[in-house]
Structure formats: C-alpha cells, structure tokens
C-alpha cells in the first residue's frame, strides 16, 4: 500500500500501525493535537507525563519519514500541572525532538479568548496553548500572504503624519539594533500577522472532550500548504483538521484510535463533503 491509498481518507487504528504504510515524503503537512498527558483519562486512557516523550518519540520518527523536505509538522500541546508545578515534558519532547533532527521552527501560541472561567491557589485559568512548529529544512513552503490581515486602526493616525525617521530605516532609540521604515506600510490595507492566534475554543462539539477550533488547523494549512496538497493528522479525533483540509481544497488523511471518535470524525468528513462547494472555507 502507498499513501495514494489512504488519501481523503480516515483511518481506525493506532498510529503506530498505520503510518508505516505510507510512503515516505508523501505529506505536506502534519497538524495534530495528541493526547495530552494523564489528560481526558475517561476518554483517552492518557500518557503519564514521566512516560511522554518515550510514548511520542516513534511517533514521531514515522512522521518524519512520510513528510516532504519543504513541509512543516505543527503540534498542538500544552503542560499540564503535577504535584503544583507545571510538568517539564513538552520541553524534553522539544529538546528530543531535536536529537532526532527536527527543526524547531517556530512556537506559535493559540490565545483561547473564551477560556472557561476558575480559581486555583497558585495560579490563574490558562488562556493559551503552544502550537510547536517543526520542519525537516531550513527552507520549506510558507505562503505568508495567505493569512495577512488587516492593518487595523493604528495605521489611519500613525501613517496619516510621517516623520523624517518614517520616511528611511531609523534604527531603535533604544540600542536593540533594531530598525524600521515605516513609509513602506503608506497605502497598505494588509499585514502580516503575528505568531499569536487569538481564536476562541470550539464550544459546538460536545461530543469530543478536546476539539480543537477548525479556524486553528486552516490557518496553518493556509500557511504551510497548497491547494491539493497532503495534510496528515494522526490523531484525527473528530475529525477537525481533516474538514478544514477538505474545504481549503487539500487532500487529507487522519488516524484515530477510539471507535466513537472515528465514527464521529467520519459523520463530520462526510457532511463536510456533501456541502456545496460555495459554502467551503475560503
């Protein structure tokens, strides 16, 4: 079997089993949220934080192989607080991430802007996750133009009334080194957006414990990839990233373990496929 095989396609199965039957750098981009550790136990059995990175690692390694040279691997994670402190796992996993020759591209942080409200004694509610960016190369593809965004109001008085220092590359009065010619953004309607994705959580889906926004997957297949491009999420879930993929106009192919998850990832894909084209994200 090849990756051809599996193409708009949901797999039931573990990972571990299915990525080995797909060709190598066969996918442009791999975009998931694994179980968190000892997270959802009634829904996902969870991974001991000590056993994580262990747990990951030939995961990772299968990932590595069916991606291309110039495709990205974002994942979402977040640590999760043991014995009153917050646990270290995402950052070993990082660091051995890297002794396996990932890239440590970027860290991109979802800001969830309607966080459930609570009260702990030693800290406040989390209103952010990391989506960690990897890659294979320096070089690999990133159409940035795809997700600018407005310029927003500041543009309509900072640009209204230039300076000298506006009109050339004025280096910072404050000895950073850095420097900026802010007369390039004169008559621009779009910039580039900053690595900060202010998205709320997806309240809609009650029948998945941790679905993720659709918004948050189609930003970063917008960013990382092109129309009938391979998107791969290899812990599907409900099916998230897999829709996006299918109404940016990608292929998609994702992998989920729990039978009632891939049923519903099933539903979701293949109502996703029956709505007419007019009405796909754009």
Known sequence: MTTSDFIDTIQH??????????????????????????????????????????????????LQRVLTGDGSFVLNIKEKVVGGERHTYVLELILALKKRGWLW??????????????????????????????????????????????????????????????????????????????????????????????????CGNKNHSAAFPKELPSWFIKLFTDAGDVVLDPFAGSGTACVAAHELDRRFIGVELKDEYYRLALENIDEAMAEPAQRKLI
């Not at 934080?49 to 995961?59: A, Q, S």
Request: charged fraction near 30%; charge should be positive.
């Open 105 to 202: 591209t970027e860290e991109y942080l979802w800001h969830k802007r309607n966080c459930a409200p609570g009260k702990w004694p030693n800290r406040f509610r989390d209103a952010w996750e990391r989506c960690l960016h990897f890659t294979k190369d320096k070089k690999f593809k990133m159409n940035q133009d795809a997700v600018m965004v407005p310029m927003g109001d500041w543009a309509k008085t900072r640009l209204k009334r230039l300076s000298d220092n506006d009109s050339r590359r004025f280096n910072s009065q404050a000895g950073s080194g850095f420097g900026k010619n802010i007369a390039n953004w004169v008559g621009r309607e779009m910039a580039y957006p900053t690595n900060v994705l202010h998205l709320a959580t997806e």
């Open 13 to 62: 199965g573990d990972s571990l089993k299915v990525l080995p039957k797909l060709s190598e750098a066969s996918v442009n981009l791999i975009v998931t949220s694994p179980p968190y550790a000892d997270s959802r136990k009634k829904t996902y059995g969870g991974i001991h934080p000590d056993k994580y990175v262990e747990w990951f690692l030939p995961i990772s390694d299968e």
